[in-house]
């Protein structure tokens, strides 16, 4: 493979990890925070339902595309230039998705079923129930933009690594 290849692997898996980070940082800090402040539980509930859905989504692609482009990369590298942190850095892209969920015990929900639960359930659903919900998803994505963050970083540092 050319060398040309190699780096756009490393360029496309670094801004996918990027992107990933990014998402999981703004739904800790701006967006989740926010479902606290909508007018009832059932509102709040079916927001949260939908985000947590399509973030779900948009993150496991991303986290697809991190781990395969760097991984393909380190694999296409030369012997003298396979950088080890091609490799670490697609397993803290993995690590951010079912690592996290293995540490912090999210159990991965069918959206289809979900969404069955939410429409039958709408009735009993509280505030209090919304709001520990948004805290826990708080938590995981907390950990989530901390362990793709860290992933990120070592993306940055081992291209700019590469460069020098």
């Known amino acids: 493979m050319s060398a040309q290849t190699v780096s756009i692997f490393k360029f496309v898996g670094t801004i996918s990890l990027g992107l990933l980070t990014g998402i999981s940082a703004t739904l800790t800090t701006t967006t989740l925070p926010t479902f606290l402040a909508l007018p009832t539980a059932q509102t709040a509930r079916s927001a949260l339902t939908s985000l947590s859905s399509r973030t779900r989504t948009l993150s496991t692609y991303l986290r697809h595309i991190t781990a395969f482009t760097l991984f393909s990369a380190y694999l296409l590298s030369p012997k003298s230039f396979r950088h080890p ?52 998803m708080k938590r995981v994505e907390g950990v989530r933009s901390v362990v793709s963050g860290l992933g990120f970083m070592m993306a940055v540092v081992g291209i700019w690594g590469d460069g020098a």
Request: net charge negative.
């Open 85 to 136: 942190y091609l490799v670490y850095t697609s397993l803290f892209a993995f690590a951010s998705g079912v690592g996290v969920d293995a540490v912090m015990g999210v159990k991965s929900v069918k959206e289809g079923e979900e969404e069955v639960v939410h429409v039958e359930k709408a009735e009993e659903v509280n505030g209090e129930m919304v709001g520990t919900e948004v805290e826990r």
